[in-house]
C-alpha cells in the first residue's frame, strides 16, 4: 500500500492561486497514473486531473481547463496541481491518488485530502 500525503490547501481570494502537492511514500510511482480528485460539501467526487506513469499524457475536467496543471516528479515521488484563477466553485477537498488509470474507479491508493477554500 502507498501512502500518499497531500499539502498546500487553504483559503484564496477569488482570482488567486494555489499550488497543491502529494508525496508518495513508494520509489515506484513512476510506474502508475497519478490524480487529483475532489468533493465539495455534499456532492460526489469528481475527477479534476490526471497524469501518465511517464508524465507524457496530462488529462483535465473541462471545468478547469486553461486553469490548473498537472505535473509530477518522479525523482521526488511527488506530484503537484497548480491552480490558477480559482473560483468560489472550485471550493472543495482535493484528494490525490495513484493506480492503474484516470477514473476513481481505477485509483486504489488516496490520500487524506486537502481542503481548498474559495472566497468571492
Known amino acids: 500500500q502507498v501512502q500518499l500525503v497531500e499539502s498546500g490547501g487553504g483559503l484564496v481570494q477569488a482570482g488567486g492561486s494555489l499550488r497543491l502537492s502529494c508525496a508518495a511514500s513508494?520509489?515506484?510511482?513512476?510506474?502508475?497514473?497519478m490524480g487529483w480528485f475532489r468533493q465539495a460539501p455534499g456532492k460526489e467526487r469528481d475527477f479534476v486531473a490526471a497524469i501518465s506513469g511517464s508524465a507524457g499524457s496530462t488529462y483535465y475536467a473541462d471545468s478547469v481547463k486553461g486553469r490548473f496543471t498537472i505535473s509530477r516528479d518522479n525523482a521526488k515521488n511527488t506530484m503537484y496541481l497548480q491552480m490558477n484563477s480559482l473560483k468560489p466553485e472550485d471550493t472543495a477537498v482535493y484528494y490525490c491518488?495513484?493506480?492503474?488509470?484516470?477514473?476513481?474507479?481505477?485509483?486504489?491508493?488516496w490520500g487524506q485530502g486537502t481542503q481548498v477554500s474559495v472566497s468571492s
Open positions: 513508494a520509489r515506484t510511482v513512476g510506474l502508475y497514473f
Open positions: 491518488a495513484l493506480g492503474r488509470g484516470i477514473t476513481a474507479a481505477t485509483m486504489n491508493n
